[in-house]
T-cell receptor, first 110, second 114 residues
Framework: DQQVKQNSPSLSVQEGRISILNCDYT??????FLWYKKYPAEGPTFLIS?????DKNEDGRFTVFLNKSAKHLSLHIVPSQPGDSAVYFC?????????FGPGTSLSVIP | NAGVTQTPKFRVLKTGQSMTLLCAQD?????MYWYRQDPGMGLRLIHY???????AKGEVPDGYNVSRLKKQNFLLGLESAAPSQTSVYFC?????????????FGPGTRLTVT
């Protein structure tokens, strides 16, 4: 049973519009959440994170929202750019344990 | 800095053969990890190490062994490869567990077992 779920395997967005990637988790003990971005033939790279004591964290065009009661987080990318086309992994952690979701492939269409 | 490097980048093995994947990091990180990525499964932790000379099991450790004899290196061994171990393997490292999950990944090793 997956503890971290990304129910949309893929997403297409027009350049300049907002991309919203969603993630759900089942274990309420997770206290730190992250998003990673992965290009083909490369390793994942850390994008943005949020602690469970916060409900929002921003870094430039990227914002992560956390809804603890719903066990849901989302990544907003505004405005979306063609270079954002990649696979995005959501991850949840507690202590040394990090669980990754299956990923969502984002395509930003010029 | 090279960051995290992995050797080899590609490998094809026959069932029953053995091999070792090498991961090296030059960031003086304490923590190192081995993951495998399979379609629709995300990244699953195989083994990890919280310091030189220490290792621990992750989610999917069966069929793999690891060693961390030097702080900068983390080796993943397959003693008797099976087709189920066909996957892309990623190594990662991090400073400490204070920011859990903020890991630096290598480029991956694509392994095919026939």
């Amino acid at each position: 049973d997956q503890q971290v779920k990304q129910n949309s395997p893929s997403l297409s967005v027009q350049e300049g519009r907002i991309s919203i990637l969603n993630c759900d988790y089942t274990n309420s003990m997770f206290d730190y959440f992250l998003w990673y971005k992965k290009y083909p033939a490369e390793g994942p790279t850390f994008l943005i994170s949020i602690s469970s004591i916060k409900d929002k964290n921003e870094d430039g065009r990227f914002t992560v929202f956390l809804n603890k009661s719903a066990k849901h987080l989302s990544l907003h990318i505004v405005p979306s750019q063609p270079g954002d086309s990649a696979v995005y992994f959501c991850a949840a952690s507690r202590y040394d344990k990090v669980i990754f979701g299956p990923g969502t492939s984002l395509s930003v269409i010029p | 800095n090279a960051g995290v490097t992995q050797t080899p980048k590609f490998r094809v093995l026959k069932t029953g053969q053995s091999m070792t994947l090498l991961c090296a990091q030059d960031m003086n990180h304490e923590y190192m990890y081995w993951y495998r990525q399979d379609p629709g499964m995300g990244l699953r932790l195989i083994h990890y190490s919280v310091g030189e000379g220490t290792t621990a099991k992750g989610e999917v450790p069966d069929g793999y062994n690891v060693s961390r004899l030097k702080k900068q290196n983390f080796l993943l061994g397959l003693e008797s490869a099976a087709p189920s171990q066909t996957s892309v393997y990623f190594c990662a490292s991090s400073r400490t567990s204070e920011l859990p999950g903020e890991q630096y990944f290598g480029p991956g090793t694509r392994l095919t077992v026939t």
